[in-house]
């Protein structure tokens, strides 16, 4: 199954294709979106969109993953994030996408076995989880790994349960 997992913002948000073939993950692609600070937000929401649609026709991933906004301080960054989480939705709901959201704690809970793993602990387990000789870089791109392969740990979870 390939999945692809997403951690949302204005600024940068991370994306990430991860494939699981008989037990084994495997790194597709990862990267982050970026859009410019001075850009009105309406045009910044649209280069989330359009490059996140761009992204799901390259490589067709069968299902979406995305974080789900946590509470902040800062009302102002909260907002942004939303707006960036909507986009998101849609653009995958748009490619008809099956789509998953998950909290910080479960994406953690899922890939590092403790839902309170700080984020060196959760990139050295995406490392390691995809055989890779380094932890993915920018942090919005790892971030968006993890979240992708919650995705696939809950899906197998979710089908030995239903049996």
Sequence with gaps: MRVLGIDPGTATTGYAVVEET?????MITLGVITTPAKTPLPSRLQT?????????A???PEAAAVEE???SRNARTAMSVGHARGVILLA?????????EYTPM??????????????HQVQEMVRMLL???????PDDAA????????YLHRAKLDSLLSN
């Design 58 to 60: 390259q490589y067709e």
């Design 143 to 150: 971030d968006a790994a993890a979240v992708a392969i919650c």
């Design 131 to 137: 055989a890779l000789s380094e932890t993915p870089k």
């Design 92 to 100: 995958l709901a748009d490619s008809n996408l099956p789509i998953a």
């Design 22 to 26: 008989v037990g084994d993950l495997h």
């Design 106 to 119: 479960q994406i953690k809970q899922a890939v590092t076995g403790y839902g309170n793993a700080n984020k």
């Design 48 to 56: 989330i969109h359009n490059e996140l649609r761009e992204i799901v």
């Design 69 to 71: 906004l946590f509470f």
